[in-house]
């Protein structure tokens, strides 16, 4: 009832932060392209596989001077993976603490999403997918989020070998978006949601141009095979981006939405990094995704915020100068300078700049060094008590949102409610 959305109302003022002038507003008005990268983790950056690079591509957008990239950027997701990602991204609400938040609720729910926050500015939104409408239940939620468009398997060839596990291949995927990116009114919020870098990472051998790593584990060693895969994918559809001039009026960030690689191959992670030890404490690390938001003017630089996928939305807005002041997103805009570096993981886990939680042990982030109960100083104890404290009232709060549809009794400023009968995503002249 709406007494359970005081508590989340108050919290949320607590935890408000000021927008920096510096990037307030620096991509005002510019179409939004959001770039989702499966299953594509961090330390693919830069990364160097027997002296060979593995993704040249986005290793080039990340030190783009007009991109801002973070390099301590955490994927959050539960049980609900890619639909985690998207419910944290659009929302800037945490996945449930089991099962999808998109499959359970995103068909009946009230929410705020960005898409229906951008078309309060005059935005044409959509997303793009080459694969079924109704996987993750988003030819339904989306209605709730106020998506105009949906692209999904339907708008695309059914020529079968442009198809691999769970839809188009992302280089026919991109390629093929390109005429609908090209027809929607400007400005528009689009998403891209890319499938061939998916788990068990086992592509057609024509499409693949680099050799298999050699860790003997087969589901980690066609990982950097894939990763390259979408990596040109991502190269071809640039080449586009700044020919047709798009880049001109256009922001486009990039995320990875999760991990490829899970800690049931720790030898084998071990092996693909070279690392003498991984254990628990490097786990937690491993979850770092790339987030790159780039736009012509920007001032770029690699940031070292701490953050997680829960902050996309806040901190576009930011750039997008839309007010945000009043919305009920549980993240924080990363760029304020005043964000609280907590990266909440859905199993309980953390990490901040100063300390990680993994399995239920502390540790030191910069040195790995566990800290052992006994050997807690006062402060320690007490700034770890406070940081699970905040941990779990955070995502017990979102999870209340969700669970008891609080968005209904929401009256956000200036937004008007979504009215799902008016979306039907079914292809034009079928
Ligand atoms: C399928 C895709 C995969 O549409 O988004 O989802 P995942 O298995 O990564 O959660
Ligand atoms: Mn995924």
Do not use: C
């Not at 100063?354 to 399995?359: D, V």
């Not at 955070?394 to 009256?411: C, E, G, H, M």
């Amino acid at each position: 009832n709406v007494s359970d959305l005081t508590s989340v109302t108050q919290y949320l003022d607590q935890h408000r932060v000021p927008a920096n002038p510096e990037y307030f507003g620096k991509a005002k008005g510019k179409n939004v392209i959001i770039f989702h990268l499966e299953s594509f983790q961090q330390f693919l950056i830069d990364f160097k596989y027997k002296g060979k690079v593995v993704t040249p591509n986005l290793n080039a957008l990340y030190h783009n001077p007009n991109s801002i990239s973070f390099d301590n950027f955490f994927n959050q997701v539960g049980e609900g993976k890619t639909s985690d990602a998207e419910m944290m991204l659009e929302n800037s609400l945490f996945g449930l603490p089991s099962g999808s938040a998109m499959q359970l609720y995103g068909g009946e729910n009230t929410f705020n999403a960005a898409p229906a926050i951008l078309s309060q500015h005059n935005y044409t939104t959509a997303s793009l997918h080459g694969g079924n409408s109704s996987f993750w239940n988003r030819d339904s939620t989306y209605k709730s989020w106020g998506y105009d468009m949906f692209v999904s398997k339907s708008f695309y060839p059914q020529n079968k070998d442009y198809y691999h596990g769970y839809g188009l291949k992302d280089k026919i995927f991109l390629k093929d978006s390109i005429p609908y990116l090209e027809e929607l009114p400007q400005p528009f919020y689009a998403k891209l949601i890319t499938v061939s870098n998916h788990y068990a990472f086992d592509f057609d051998k024509k499409d693949l141009t680099i050799g298999r790593s050699d860790t003997g584990d087969p589901t980690v060693d066609g990982y950097i095979q894939t990763a390259r895969y979408l990596d040109e994918a991502v190269g071809e559809f640039m080449n586009w981006f700044h020919q047709s001039g798009m880049s001109k009026n256009t922001l486009i960030a990039f995320y990875g939405d999760h991990y490829g690689i899970s800690d049931n191959h720790k030898p084998a992670i071990r092996k693909l990094l070279g690392r003498k030890s991984f254990g628990e404490f490097d786990d937690v690390q491993f979850q770092r995704v790339p987030l790159i938001i780039y736009s012509e003017g920007l001032p770029g630089k690699i940031d070292h915020t701490y953050g997680g996928e829960i902050d996309f939305l806040p901190t576009l807005l930011g750039l997008m100068g839309i007010d945000n002041t009043k919305t009920l997103q549980f993240g924080q805009d990363l760029l304020s300078g005043k964000s609280n570096q907590i990266v909440a993981q859905r199993n309980g886990n953390f990490v901040t700049p100063k300390y990680t939680k993994a399995k239920g042990k502390y540790y030191l982030t910069k040195t790995g060094e566990h800290i052992g109960s006994d050997e807690e100083t006062d402060t320690e104890k007490e700034e770890l008590s406070n940081l699970t404290n905040a941990v779990t009232t955070q995502l017990s709060l979102s999870d209340r949102v969700i669970q008891r549809d609080l968005l209904r009794f929401y009256d956000l400023p200036n937004f008007k409610k979504v009215d799902r009968s008016k979306y039907s995503y079914t292809k034009k002249n079928a």
